[in-house]
């Protein structure tokens, strides 16, 4: 247990640094790759209490406006946060411009852009 909060500390002290700035998200999950960008406001913890399959007990929200990038132009996302999900966290990394947290449910890339 410990290990993983060191993960997620890690985690927030990354992108809470990166508050104000621009960034990109590339997820990649069961073969697909989707990219969105998001002007970073601040970044919540968010633990959910529903009993379904689809929505994550524990996530870090990256709070601001966004968009997803498509081959022919960017679609606005519908809220503004993109949530990742962070149950099983299998690896962290991060250095100055780039985080890479890969999760039971996929590999998702943060850069500065």
């Given at each position: ?30 073969g697909?790759?989707?990219q ?23 996530s870090?929200q990256?709070?601001?406006n966004?968009q ?7 679609m606005?996302l519908?809220?503004?946060s ?11 990394s991060a ?7 890969r999760?039971?449910?996929?590999t998702?890339t943060?850069?500065?852009?």
């Amino acid at each position: 247990m410990n290990g993983y909060k060191n993960q997620i500390n890690a985690i927030q002290q990354s992108l809470s640094s990166w508050g104000g700035q621009r960034i990109l998200i590339t997820k990649e999950e069961n073969g697909d790759l989707d990219q969105t960008i998001l002007n970073l406001e601040r970044v919540e913890m968010d633990e959910n209490h529903f009993i379904d399959d689809y929505t994550p007990d524990h996530s870090i929200q990256l709070v601001g406006n966004g968009q997803t990038v498509f081959e022919h132009g960017n679609m606005p996302l519908p809220y503004q946060s993109y949530d990742i999900p962070i149950e099983n966290i299998y690896k962290v990394s991060a250095d100055q411009g780039r985080i890479l947290i890969r999760t039971d449910r996929g590999t998702y890339t943060i850069t500065t852009i």
